[in-house]
T-cell receptor, first 115, second 114 residues
Framework: AQKITQTQPGMFVQEKEAVTLDCTYDTSDQSYGLFWYKQPSSGEMIFLIYQGSYDEQNATEGRYSLNFQKARKSANLVISASQLGDSAMYFCAMRGNTGGFKTIFGAGTRLFVKA | DAGITQSPRYKITETGRQVTLMCHQTWSHSYMFWYRQDLGHGLRLIYYSAAADITDKGEVPDGYVVSRSKTENFPLTLESATRSQTSVYFC?????????????FGSGTQLSVL
């Protein structure tokens, strides 16, 4: 069975500092994708970044990078130079190819950026 | 408007009533999904569909029914609503059979079962 674990219910970070949000996953699929989504207080779900299981380099998208450690089954999100607008809920997700390409999510981490 | 739309945005119902949440997408995406979001649980997959007339159970399917007679529509029905089904429901879609396909989400339906 596939599973996503986010062990940090809440995190605080000082504005302009970097922060790492943890995500570990479990799957028996050889091919899978890992995603991070942001949910601000408005409730919308915003795609941030994607990492494929066969990608050798860590994904980056602007201030977001994904620290992918395949052997440890971890896919941590790193946000550099935090901004007040980064305060939101962050979800790690995985899409495998067993059982119909469904996407499952972790419980989320709420990030608070302090001025 | 193009995209993925959910209706209603808010719904209050009583225990035992049937309620249907609607989801419509204009992209002709193959895959559609229903999630519920609850504090401490993140988003949990209820049902998903790979194409019209193909549906499958997710992580928490009990008490829910789906159908997909047309590619663009994926309604979710609570046959006899219970208080534990009070939640925010998100519909999502993705284009293809691939592990690199991100999800496109609707705005969500906030359902309260009294």
């Amino acid at each position: 069975a596939q599973k996503i674990t986010q062990t940090q219910p809440g995190m605080f970070v000082q504005e302009k500092e970097a922060v790492t949000l943890d995500c570990t996953y479990d799957t028996s699929d050889q091919s899978y994708g890992l995603f991070w989504y942001k949910q601000p207080s408005s409730g919308e779900m915003i795609f941030l970044i994607y990492q494929g299981s066969y990608d050798e380099q860590n994904a980056t998208e602007g201030r977001y990078s994904l620290n992918f450690q395949k052997a440890r089954k971890s896919a941590n999100l790193v946000i550099s130079a935090s901004q007040l607008g980064d305060s939101a809920m962050y979800f790690c997700a995985m899409r495998g190819n067993t059982g119909g390409f469904k996407t499952i999510f972790g419980a989320g981490t709420r990030l608070f950026v302090k001025a | 408007d193009a995209g993925i739309t959910q209706s209603p945005r808010y719904k209050i119902t009583e225990t035992g009533r049937q309620v249907t949440l609607m989801c419509h997408q204009t992209w002709s995406h193959s895959y559609m999904f229903w999630y519920r979001q609850d504090l401490g649980h993140g988003l949990r997959l209820i049902y998903y569909s790979a194409a019209a007339d193909i549906t499958d159970k997710g992580e928490v399917p009990d008490g829910y029914v789906v159908s997909r007679s047309k590619t663009e529509n994926f309604p979710l029905t609570l046959e006899s609503a219970t208080r534990s089904q009070t939640s925010v429901y998100f519909c999502a879609s993705s284009a293809r059979d691939s592990t690199n396909e991100k999800l496109f989400f609707g705005s969500g339906t906030q359902l309260s079962v009294l």
